[in-house]
């Protein structure tokens, strides 16, 4: 394509054809409507009204100057709307034209490949200081908090206490408590009903068996869109961090599930347990009377609402994650937007208040779309009879995603605590450690007292790099394998780049494919 092609940026060509002047003429003098099926296309044209084109009005004149539009005058996401309908050589072809056509069309706002390392040394020379620090693996390590942990290595840690095999024993067991009979047989329903929601439990329980001696599970369930928010902190700095040679500290930074932003050694978050409890006595909820429970503003981020086995709580509503995973909720997220924003307050991400509105409208758009692509993708997976069933009713329910969070068993008692709802402690969990409770909900995980057992687990150490702590996803892990869930992190990428790079505003060229 070259520069004198219609389309090319510069041209004064429109892109569209130019309106011509309404011309006011005689309807077509035909006797019969049905004689023309007989004519040809000659004795038609003689048949047409003489139009004079040379009388045009001033308005006319106005008319033709409004609608001459050039390719350039459309706005950038129109254009690369536009060049992602081309095919891999024309938009090659296109990316020659001029600069401003090979930067819409080469990663990270077009299709075509480019070598990203170059991409990051451009965007390192041009970011706030303050951002860059931010972003990189190795300032993130260098002012990390150090590890709870010490010089224990969880996978040699031989425990005196029994395997994790609460999940197990729970659905091996025969209650003898109504309220636990009935809710346990409502879940066999649900496995009988769903073939891969008892896939998914297997793969657990399994994990269990493996990680038990060492570890300690825990569950959480999200909802698709917040855990589409620590996909995107992961996007984000794997974006800027690409191509460098990352140390071993550096790359158990790249793998940490990143349910809160990386905190630094002056973050004020509580490292221990001991110590939140000192600070925030969790004695009663607000409701109450009491000072604190896990929905204050104070303490709501450093607390993160877990289940010491899958299935504590399994029947109570908002208090189970069994029950939120399989509806696909979360208790109280933040809406995309407010976490986008968050986000950029974290990394000193776009100052424009203007442009920093549009990206995460744009966020918020790609995290729906993502949503919506991942529970097609979970239905097209089933059977054709489970998809006659209601969407959200037993058989074809619409689940989030599940995590299985693996503390280290010599961290258990620093950063979690037992407790019931609103992570409240009372004189039944007062001075209580989770591994003593834990070790009784194994002795019988059908009783009633042991199923409403809950845990707070402290987010600093979650994220902090050293602690051995380790998070697998179950619901949603195939979509991300698929075609559609590949093109989703790929967009998702692209999205998180170009929010760097609008924070550079750079003034000169981007770097070519060639660089």
């Not at 003898?176 to 073939?195: C, N, S, Y």
């Not at 909900?441 to 687990?457: E, F, S, Y």
Request: some cysteine; hydrophobic content about 35%; glycine content about 6%.
């Amino acid at each position: 394509m070259s520069a004198s092609d219609p389309l090319s940026a510069g041209s004064k060509t429109p892109l569209v054809v130019e309106r011509v002047a309404e011309l006011r003429a005689p309807p077509l003098d035909l006797q019969d409507q049905e004689d023309t099926l007989l004519l040809s296309p000659d004795e038609i044209a003689q048949r047409l009204p003489k139009l004079d084109l040379s009388r045009t009005t001033k308005e006319d004149d106005r008319q033709l100057q409004v609608a001459r539009l050039s390719f350039s005058d459309l706005p950038e996401s129109m254009q690369i709307l536009i060049f992602s309908h081309l095919n891999d050589r024309a938009r090659a072809s296109a990316a020659q034209v001029c600069r401003e056509w090979h930067r819409l069309n080469t990663y990270p706002f077009g299709e075509l490949p480019i070598r990203n390392l170059r991409w990051i040394l451009h965007l390192q020379r041009r970011l706030p200081r303050e951002t860059l620090r931010a972003l990189c693996y190795a300032q993130i390590s260098q002012e990390a908090k150090p590890s709870l942990l010490g010089r224990v290595d969880p996978e040699q840690y031989l425990s005196e206490s029994p395997l994790s095999l609460a999940s197990s024993r729970f659905l091996r067991g025969d209650p003898i408590e109504r309220p636990v009979k009935h809710g346990k047989d409502l879940m066999l329903l649900e496995f009988r009903a769903d073939p891969p929601l008892r896939t998914i439990v297997d793969s657990i329980i399994e994990a269990e068996n493996i990680h038990g001696e060492a570890y300690q599970a825990f569950y959480h369930a999200l909802n698709t869109n917040v855990h589409f928010f620590s996909i995107a902190v992961n996007t984000l700095l794997g974006v800027m961090n690409q191509g460098a040679d990352l140390t071993e500290e550096e790359r158990v930074l790249a793998s940490i599930h990143w349910l809160r932003f990386p905190q630094s050694r002056d973050s004020k978050f509580p490292d221990t347990v001991q110590q939140f409890l000192a600070e925030f006595p969790m004695e009663k909820a607000v409701k109450d009377g009491g000072k604190y429970d896990d929905h204050h503003p104070e303490i709501k981020q450093w607390l993160l609402a877990v289940s010491p086995f899958l299935f504590s709580n399994f029947s109570t509503a908002g208090e189970s994650t069994w029950e939120l995973f399989l509806t696909n909720r979360s208790v109280y997220p933040p809406d995309p937007k407010s976490f986008f924003n968050a986000l950029c307050d974290h990394f000193h991400l776009l100052p424009d208040k203007k442009v920093r509105q549009q990206f995460a409208e744009e966020f918020a758009n790609k995290l729906g779309e993502g949503a919506d692509l991942a529970s097609l993708f979970l239905r097209k997976g089933r059977s054709p009879e489970q998809r006659d069933i209601v969407k959200g009713d037993r058989g074809n329910r619409d689940y989030g995603v599940l995590l299985q969070i693996l503390v280290p068993k010599p961290l258990v008692d620093k950063i979690v605590y037992p407790c019931g709802a609103y992570g409240i402690q009372g004189e039944k969990y007062q001075g209580a450690k989770m591994s003593e409770v834990f070790k009784t909900i194994c002795k019988d995980p059908l009783k009633w007292d042991n199923i409403t057992v809950q845990g707070r687990l402290l987010t600093s150490p979650l994220v902090t790099r050293g602690n051995g702590i380790k998070v697998l996803t179950y619901g949603h892990t195939a979509f991300f394998q698929s075609p559609g869930g590949r093109r989703f992190l790929n967009e998702l990428e692209q999205l998180m780049f170009r929010a760097v790079w609008e924070s550079t505003k750079p003034e000169e060229s981007s770097p070519s494919i060639d660089e």
